[in-house]
Each structure stands twice: as C-alpha cells, then as structure tokens.
C-alpha cells in the first residue's frame, strides 16, 4: 500500500527557512525520480522540483536558487530545503514519483504539510 506522509511545515518569517521531509512506502523509492509539488490558497497543484534517482535536480524558476531539494534511499525520503522563505510560497505541500515533463506519478497524494510566510 502506497503512503506518503510530508512533515517540517510551520509558519515562518519573510526570509526564514524550513526544511520539508516525505517519507515513503510501497513504492520502489530507489528507482523513481522524485519530486515536490505545492498548492496555494485558491490555485491549482503546481510543480516546485525534482531529484532524478541519479540525483539530478531541476527547480521550477519561482524558487530556482532558494529550495534545494535531495534524498535519502536508504531511508526511503526525500527532502526540501527552503532557504529565502517569501509570502508567495505559501502553500500546502506534496511529494510524488515524478515522470515526463515534471508531472506526477501517481493520483495518489498524501495529506501535505502547510507552509505559511507570513510576518
């Protein structure tokens, strides 16, 4: 059974930082290029990054140079770091398998973890 379960959201200032983790299972975690998507208040899902099973990274260009993204497979989880927290990153949080053009791999989402910049 698939779970994906996100957790380090909170309120944080203009500026701060937070790191995200989503842990996994059910899924061959090694062999999937990963990925974290957000949705703000009143938008659609959108996606926020990648890191490919080689560990390769790509960042949509609204948090390119502020978010970094990595994995752990021996622990079956992926992370973001937010450094550079602005208001419009506000957002609940998702991970996912990844597949072309940085869409989702899965309907299935796990709960989210909410991110609030707010000061």
């Known amino acids: 059974q698939v779970q994906l379960v996100e957790s380090g959201g909170g309120l944080v200032q203009p500026g701060g930082s937070l790191r995200l983790s989503c842990a996994a299972s059910?899924?061959?975690?090694?062999?999937?290029?990963m990925g974290w998507y957000r949705q703000a208040p009143g938008k659609e899902r959108e996606w926020v990054a990648t890191?490919?099973?080689?560990?390769?990274?790509n960042y949509a260009d609204s948090v390119k140079g502020r978010f970094t993204i990595a994995r752990d497979n021996a622990k079956n989880t992926v992370y973001l770091q937010m450094n550079s927290l602005k208001p419009e990153d506000t957002a609940v949080y998702y991970c996912?398998?990844?597949?072309?053009?940085?869409?989702?791999?899965?309907?299935?989402w796990g709960k989210g973890t909410l991110v609030t910049v707010s000061s």
């Open positions: 996912n398998t990844v597949r072309s053009s940085n869409r989702p791999g899965m309907d299935y």
């Open positions: 059910g899924i061959f975690f090694s062999i999937n290029a």
């Open positions: 890191v490919t099973r080689g560990g390769n990274t």
